[in-house]
């Protein structure tokens, strides 16, 4: 580890001394891209992060949202967002820079206050043809699902895509959702000097060390060996008494504020708590419980070793959050207390850090980057059997089933999930804690039910913002919002993982600022807040860049549970909500999945012109009594999302009318839905004006999908779409 040289110039200057080993280190480490967001801190003033439903937005652990209320608008029921990516930890060790990113995020959650009801996990690897594709796969799979599974947290939605560009560079960003309230809420921001730091959780060792570092540089081609000691190593079941004992604290309202120790470790947690509320702090570095001999004042304060939390406490109350920690054998050191001073570190009567926190935290100067304007692709259409192209595209790793990584998760632990894993979007039911355990219904095992469903949506589409970075964040909102709507809620709010390249190449960083501007653009245009987020740049390797990835995880509401399935049923018509795009004969199939099989190139689709009423009137008619089915039409086009909808009961005669089949079958506009229904003419009489609505077809008893396209017809059955779709299991088992 080192300090930049104009960096170090600017540290001296305000110290007016060189700085110590150990503040060097912070400075290299919390000035770092991975923390002080240096190049991409100047975009993301782009994001509207403001509206009723926002109690706290960007700039701490996690965001909190309120829940729709009463008919007066009144809410006693939050929800935190939050999400985070562990994309070279994950690299050079897939299981533990997996789990731990589950880990970390999951705390970032119990530091506002919250329990944690639910995980997404949007996964990036290379050609699953390759065999270390499958690895990477495979390990960060067992990763999430071993921690994940052993916190009693459900993992409910997500995304897995496969790109030529991750190979040397995967992504795994993971979201988490909690649940509290007003009462409960707790911030990461220091609120009296005199309140003593506490640290509770597992001991401090050597692992981790300069991870904050090591994730803002690129990938080197000896990164498996050589950078292991900077990935943490993860004790789910330390994290899960951690949940625990966390919820005793803030019950009993033991907590000023918290912290959690992710990048940068102890001096970043704390540092950062008492930046934010303008104090200093005095921490004696021999204090902090250890788990290995003779470590020095710097591991101390870097060390990322996981399960600990950094609590303000005031002094009142110190020994009933030791007596807590006991309880669930956890360990606990008072390591000092808020100041009004500097913020200050000593380490056997030794002073190693003497700095102001703020500017400790936030004097990173930021980079004025250079960006060139993403071209627009030529077209240049393959020339494919349309069946060949329809096997192909369905069968795809990318497109085909991913019951294989889903079903290692346990997404029914917690008795909320009502939709999950494998549909559009999740629904969990949202049960609020009662202010006085056990006073409520005890069929609800002490929560009390508010009738609310919450759906999530999580991912990106690597193929779209390769082709169209701009538009293709902008469709990858809208997409999100549209898996929300099909199960019948309305979009509440969002936070993004904005995933990019070396920032300094001109090309990488004009592709970066695309997507952070199309996805704000989008995200505002639905009248949904980016309420917090996370950045990950220099995700670049010997393979080159990755291509510009905007993980979307976003929540909406609605009245109950229950939501239209994905499949139909063996009666009911069949209609397309959205542009088929032939009768213009302006079907474009940029950055679709056939294109990316046949190595085509074309022009992205244009979006809906009115993409908030196109999800706000879907939402409503998935709600409708007679609605049978409701699945959107993203990756892989209608040919996909209607393989998904055929099951072994219930198949679909359809027809698509046009001269272009391949553009029919396979472009991905987003914003598009296929509605089964009892009632087709309410259905157009609904998005009048708004969408236009296709005829397709309808359902039949056997289970065969028969698809007309001019003097075309694709026919197969449920059995043959499901054995295509296996690739995923076919190849790992």
């Not at 991870?211 to 990164?223: H, Y």
């Not at 104090?279 to 060390?303: K, W, Y």
């Not at 909102?477 to 920032?503: R, S």
């Not at 259905?683 to 007309?708: K, M, Q, S, Y």
Request: aromatic content about 6%; proline content about 5%; glycine content about 10%.
């Amino acid at each position: 580890m080192s300090l930049g040289d104009s960096d170090r110039e600017l540290v001296v200057s305000e110290l007016g001394r060189e700085p110590t080993p150990a503040e060097a280190a912070l400075f290299e480490n919390l000035w770092s891209e991975h923390c002080a967001y240096r190049s991409s801190r100047p975009l993301l003033s782009a994001f509207d992060s403001e509206g009723e439903q926002v109690v706290v937005g960007p700039g701490d652990d996690a965001a909190v949202v309120a829940l729709p209320g009463d008919e007066d608008g009144d809410s006693d029921t939050y929800i935190t967002m939050g999400i985070e990516s562990h994309n070279h930890p994950s690299y050079v060790d897939p299981f533990d820079g997996a789990a731990t990113g589950v880990g970390g995020i999951v705390r970032d959650t119990l530091s506002m206050g919250a329990y944690p009801i639910a995980l997404a996990d949007s996964l990036y690897f290379g050609e699953f043809e390759r065999e270390h594709s499958k690895y990477l796969l495979e390990g960060v799979v067992e990763g999430i699902s071993h921690y994940g599974n052993c916190i009693g947290v459900p993992t409910v939605a997500g995304s897995v895509d496969f790109h030529s560009a991750y190979e040397g560079n995967p992504l795994v960003n993971v979201a988490c959702i909690g649940l509290t309230n007003e009462e409960r809420l707790v911030t990461a921001e220091a609120q009296e000097p005199g309140n003593k730091l506490v640290l509770v959780g597992n001991a401090t060792g050597r692992d981790g060390l300069g991870g904050a570092s090591f994730a803002s540089e690129d990938l080197a081609e000896d990164a498996e060996t050589e950078d292991r000691p900077a990935v943490q190593v993860g004790d789910p079941y330390a994290e899960k008494l951690l949940i625990e004992a966390n919820e005793v604290l803030v019950d009993e309202h033991l907590i000023e504020s918290a912290r959690d120790l992710g990048a940068a470790g102890l001096g970043g947690a704390s540092s950062e708590l008492v930046a934010k509320g303008g104090l200093g702090a005095q921490i004696e570095l021999e204090r902090v419980h250890q788990r290995e001999p003779n470590m020095s004042a710097l591991e101390i304060l870097l060390a990322e070793s996981q399960e600990r939390m950094c609590y303000e406490v005031e002094p009142e109350n110190v020994d009933r959050v030791k007596e807590v920690a006991d309880r669930f054998d956890l360990g606990c050191s008072v390591i000092g207390e808020v100041t009004e001073e500097n913020y200050t570190c000593t380490f056997r009567d030794e002073v190693v850090v003497d700095v102001d926190a703020y500017f400790l935290g936030e004097g990173a100067p930021m980079n004025d980057l250079e960006t060139e304007e993403p071209a627009e692709p030529d077209t240049d259409l393959p020339d494919v059997d349309l069946e060949d192209g329809f096997e192909t595209v369905v069968s795809s790793p990318s497109t085909a089933s991913k019951r294989w990584v889903y079903r290692q998760y346990d997404h029914e632990v917690g008795v909320r999930t009502s939709v999950g894993p494998g549909d559009d979007a999740a629904i969990i039911a949202i049960r609020e804690a009662s202010a006085e355990r056990g006073s409520a219904d005890e069929s609800s095992g002490g929560n009390r039910e508010t009738g609310q469903g919450l759906a999530i949506s999580s991912g990106a589409a690597p193929n779209w913002t390769t082709t169209a970075p701009r538009e293709g964040a902008r469709a990858i909102a809208l997409e999100n919002a549209t898996n929300i709507a099909a199960k019948g809620a309305t979009p509440l709010a969002a936070v993004d993982c904005l995933n990019g390249g070396n920032p300094e190449k001109t090309d990488v960083y004009g592709g970066f600022t695309a997507i952070v501007d199309g996805l704000a653009e989008m995200c505002e245009t639905l009248s949904t807040p980016v309420v917090g987020g996370n950045v990950s740049l220099y995700n670049d390797s010997v393979a080159g860049p990755i291509p510009p990835t905007p993980t979307l995880a976003m929540v909406g509401t609605k009245d109950g549970y229950d939501a239209p399935p994905l499949s139909v049923e063996s009666e009911g018509d069949l209609l397309l909500v959205g542009d088929l795009g032939l009768e213009s004969g302006d079907c474009r199939l940029g950055g679709s999945e056939y294109l990316a099989q046949f190595e085509g190139s074309d022009r992205f689709p244009a979006l809906p012109d009115e993409p908030a009423a196109v999800v706000e009137t879907l939402a409503d008619v998935a709600n409708d009594e007679s609605t049978l089915a409701v699945h959107d039409v993203s990756h892989g086009g209608l040919a996909v999302s209607l393989a998904e909808m055929v099951t072994a009961d219930a198949g679909l005669e359809v027809s698509l009318p046009g001269d272009d089949p391949a553009g029919a079958l396979f472009h991905e506009q987003p914003g598009r839905a296929l509605i089964q229904t009892e009632e087709p003419a309410a259905v157009r009489e609904a998005f009048d004006g708004v969408a236009p609505v296709t005829d397709l077809g309808g359902a039949t008893a056997d289970g065969t999908l028969e698809i007309g396209i001019g003097d075309r017809t694709i026919t197969t059955d449920a059995a043959a779409i499901d054995d295509r779709r296996a690739t995923i299991e076919r190849e790992l088992e």
